[in-house]
């Protein structure tokens, strides 16, 4: 959803559905919102009714700038999908993955419901936020709010350019999209997000020299250290993951953020991934090591404090939820189900077998 949306039409048993804009052009400004789903039916209502809602929000404010590239995905974490949607799940969705070694930690945070709102001003993804915290801001807690922000040349906060290994074009679209592995939700995607504080004044003491060893990079080129001088400790090293002899790339949309005022600095990194497994790895690879000891030597000046995994179901798949949750997802949530609807009330019955999502008809085909 957004101008600058993928708009992917993708091909599943069932029919053509439309991605969320995960591989959307970066921006220059963004919020990260990561909300709790309080108790109670009345929550759960109010975030389905977001999500058929949201895509005219979206409209709305993106169209005061249209140039702006307003873009604004939801995900959601494994308990919250128990909760507003129950079965059928998305195969590989499962609580966030910890990683444990000496003192880093790669930890795990509450979190039920992500937002990620790009565009190239930041008065736009405000007030998108605004109007979405107005809808459910009774219905969720917020667990974390991020504004970030382009630095200089794409650059971290730590002075080296970030997301330089990006794919582009279809390779990013295959890259982040799921398809046949998980046909009930192909065009989706994985999101794993950490909140990451620098050591600014510990890092700037290290020589441009010792950076770059820690890095993989040369600074001011952002051109990649030769084998022969790069550490296997070296941070692009470790976050290469390779299957049957290829390279398994993920979407990076990393933003610096910070408060010069309070002595922060920092990095909020986001992943799309068409599994999630790609993502763990290069953290245990950073965390634990490879092998391990051989860990990444940017903790040393860098510590993550939140971490959550998402799923981001399809553009069409929110389009179509309705407010009223289903028997199973509310029986999944420990909240009595509806009575039965008498026959002669009862709608029309939904087709078995066919591929579809069962959440009711879907609006906007014709997006």
């Known amino acids: 959803m957004g101008a600058d949306s993928i708009n992917t039409p993708v091909a599943t048993p069932a029919a053509r559905v ?3 804009p995960v591989a959307a052009p970066l921006a220059r400004t963004a919020i990260f919102l990561v909300v709790t789903l309080n108790p109670g039916a009345q929550s759960v209502a109010a ?8 895509s005219g929000l979206l409209r709305a404010v993106g169209f005061r700038d249209i140039e702006a590239g307003l873009s604004c995905v939801m995900a959601f974490g494994s308990e919250a999908w128990n909760r507003l949607f129950g079965a059928p799940r998305p195969a590989l969705l499962h609580p966030f993955r910890e990683f444990h070694a000496a003192n880093r930690h790669a930890i795990a945070t509450p979190g039920d419901v992500l937002f990620h709102i790009r565009a190239r001003r930041m008065d736009l993804c405000f007030e998108l936020a605004t109007q979405i915290m107005s809808r459910i801001g009774a219905a969720v807690s917020p667990a974390d709010e991020v504004q970030g922000f382009r630095y200089f040349d794409d650059r971290d906060l730590i002075g080296f350019v970030d997301g330089t290994e990006n794919p582009a074009g279809q390779a990013a679209v295959d890259a982040v999209l799921v398809r046949d592995e998980d ?23 290290l020589s441009t020299e010792a950076q770059e060893r820690i890095i993989g990079r040369a600074k001011l080129s952002d051109v990649e250290l030769d084998d022969a001088v790069k ?12 299957e049957n002899g290829q390279e398994v790339k993920i979407l990076r949309d990393n933003m610096p953020f910070g408060r010069p005022g309070h002595g922060e600095f920092g990095t909020y990194f986001i992943g799309y991934s068409r599994s999630p497994a790609t993502i763990e790895q290069m953290l245990e690879n950073m965390f634990i090591g490879r092998p391990p000891g051989n860990y990444d030597r940017l903790l040393d ?10 799923f981001a179901p399809t553009a069409t798949f929110l389009d179509g939820v309705a407010p009223e949750a289903s028997a199973g997802a509310m029986q999944d949530a420990g909240e009595p189900a509806p009575a039965p609807v008498p026959d002669t009330q009862a709608a029309p019955s939904t087709r078995a077998g066919d591929g579809s999502l069962g959440i009711g008809s879907l609006k906007g085909e014709n997006r």
């Open 47 to 54: 975030v389905r009714a977001l999500c058929a809602d949201l």
């Open 301 to 310: 000046f860098s510590r993550a404090i939140t971490g959550n995994l998402f």
């Open 18 to 20: 439309i991605a969320q």
């Open 231 to 242: 550490p296997s400790s070296a941070h692009n090293a470790l976050t290469i993951i390779e």
């Open 183 to 205: 046909p009930a939700f192909a065009g989706g995607s994985y999101v794993i997000v950490q909140k990451y504080l620098h050591d600014i004044a510990a890092w700037n003491a």
